[in-house]
């Protein structure tokens, strides 16, 4: 199936007011653009995996923050069987979080957060306590030496 033909089909239902919103997801810069091209610019959300373990969707996160489209990073915290370990993993993670006394998957969340007022991780939860501590990366403020620290892990 051709991509803009995929597209397309998004395209008539918003245009029947079938859908109020358009989204895609595991898309390379080309097919963001060729996507809100084909939706004419009304293209709002683009969700790529994104995480410690993951970088190399950079460029599409800084093409959804130059377009203004909001980018969700998918197990932003490395997946349900590694989220556990990103402290062990991945030292300045721990290192910071211990420094502000928070969890590395709240600094994790954070450092996201930080990269763009356009990103909106979504953890995967399922107990409160996680839900909750998540929550509160939305209040953490990481310096830019401490994000600098996190960009080279
Ligand atoms: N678009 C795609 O192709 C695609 C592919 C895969 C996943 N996704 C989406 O991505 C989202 C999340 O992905 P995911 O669940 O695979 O991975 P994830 O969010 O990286 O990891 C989920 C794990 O993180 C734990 N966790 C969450 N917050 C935590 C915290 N503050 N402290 C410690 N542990 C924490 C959870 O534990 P508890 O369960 O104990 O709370 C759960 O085991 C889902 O909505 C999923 O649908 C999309």
Same mark, same amino acid.
């Given at each position: 199936?051709?991509?803009?033909?995929?597209?397309?089909?998004?395209?008539?239902?918003?245009?029947?007011?079938?859908?109020?919103?358009?989204?895609?997801?595991?898309?390379?810069?080309?097919?963001?653009?060729?996507?809100?091209?084909?939706?004419?610019?009304?293209?709002?959300?683009?969700?790529?995996?994104?995480?410690?373990?993951?970088?190399?969707?950079?460029?599409?996160?800084?093409?959804?923050?130059?377009?203004?489209?909001?980018?969700?990073?998918?197990? *932003?915290?490395? +997946?349900? =069987? #590694?989220?556990?370990?990103?402290?062990?993993?991945? /030292?300045?993670? !721990?290192?910071?979080?211990? &420094?502000?006394?928070?969890?590395?998957?709240?600094?994790?969340?954070?450092?996201?957060?930080?990269?763009?007022?356009?990103?909106? *991780?979504?953890? +995967?939860? =399922? #107990?409160?306590?996680?839900?909750?501590?998540?929550? /509160?990366?939305? !209040?953490?403020?990481?310096? &830019?030496?401490?994000?600098?620290?996190?960009?080279?892990?």
């Amino acid at each position: 199936m051709p991509y803009a033909e995929s597209v397309g089909a998004v395209r008539d239902l918003l245009d029947e007011g079938k859908i109020r919103m358009a989204g895609i997801s595991n898309a390379n810069p080309d097919q963001i653009r060729q996507a809100n091209d084909i939706l004419g610019g009304r293209l709002v959300s683009v969700q790529n995996q994104f995480s410690p373990a993951f970088r190399s969707s950079e460029p599409e996160l800084g093409l959804c923050d130059e377009l203004g489209i909001a980018f969700l990073p998918w197990s *932003p915290l490395g +997946g349900i =069987s #590694r989220a556990g370990e990103l402290g062990s993993t991945y /030292a300045p993670f !721990d290192r910071i979080a211990k &420094a502000h006394g928070v969890s590395p998957q709240q600094v994790c969340l954070a450092w996201m957060l930080a990269k763009s007022p356009v990103v909106v *991780p979504i953890p +995967g939860s =399922s #107990r409160p306590e996680t839900i909750r501590d998540s929550l /509160a990366a939305t !209040d953490l403020e990481l310096g &830019a030496e401490e994000l600098a620290q996190l960009d080279a892990v």
